[in-house]
């Protein structure tokens, strides 16, 4: 924890007083230093925490969109370059310049952070400051997975990992009518699959892999937000062929069964359309996410709790 000066906006830029910060696993990662090999963090020091929601403090030359003390929300794509292929076709969550929250500028854990004003979003009134936070990784993170999953009404997914965006993923799959099987080692995970409509918890902690495939599979689709090469792989093997498993953290992912017509699919956060999506569902009550609240200050504890598998789904520091 340290003292650092107000930063100083730029043109097209907005500061944020933050009232709230999601705290992410990929936040522990980057603080624990497994991806330096992939150049995250870009810089250091650096203030984490991409999932920010708060209210605008001040206004850069030539923002017309916000006025001081609009409530508004920050996800992990900080800005875009808006001209490359990707920026141009609606797939600007992988545009090649893009800039990412609290790893390649400085994020959310802090009292005061700068946006760019074209990847700020307006908060609906009625979502408190830390209920709304999860929505900018977690809520947005499994919106973009389950639309690649395909579902619809009488589809069966498998969803590997009850987490922070895990949990969210069984909320937006439930919403688009599909049957959900959530798969997790912990029995937090269990009873929150459990508790958010999923009609079977299969607990990979005992038992062995066929076992698990009898009980899971055959899925038209899988989601795997737990960071496991060994579950990514089950994943696979449990979706049917012709059917496509999504896969939103680093895994290794061996052979592919190319005679069945599997797909594997990546898929990182979402555009600025879909976080409008996600702020809207939240809004009509569709979909809500599981957090609970902790001080600005516990930042590092929380990282530990996290670590330690102590957190259910989502922690939230608030300020
Ligand atoms: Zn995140
Ligand atoms: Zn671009």
Known sequence: MEEVPIPIIGRRQVLVKVGACGVCRSNLHMIEGDWVEKGVPAKSPIVPGHEVTGK?????????????GDRVGIQPLWSTCGRCEFCLTGRENICLSKQITGETVDGGFAEYMVADANHVYHLPDNLQDAEAAPLFCPGITAYGAVKKAELRAGKRVAVFGVGGVGHMVIEFARLNGADVIAVSRSSRGLDLGKELGASEAVDISKGDRE?????????????????????????MRATKPGGVTVIGVFVEIGTLPFVEEKRVVGSV???RQDMAEVLKLASDRKIRPVYEEFELEKANEVLKMLKTGRIRARAVLVL
């Not at 605008?56 to 001081?68: H, R």
Request: negative net charge; proline residues 5%; aromatic residues 8%.
């Open 56 to 68: 605008v403090a001040e206004l850069g030359e030539g923002v017309d969109a916000f006025k001081e």
């Open 211 to 235: 076992d698990w495939l009898k009980r899971i599979g055959p899925v038209d689709s899988s989601i795997v937000f737990a960071p496991s090469t060994e579950l990514a792989e089950l994943a």
């Open 269 to 271: 956060v979402g555009s």
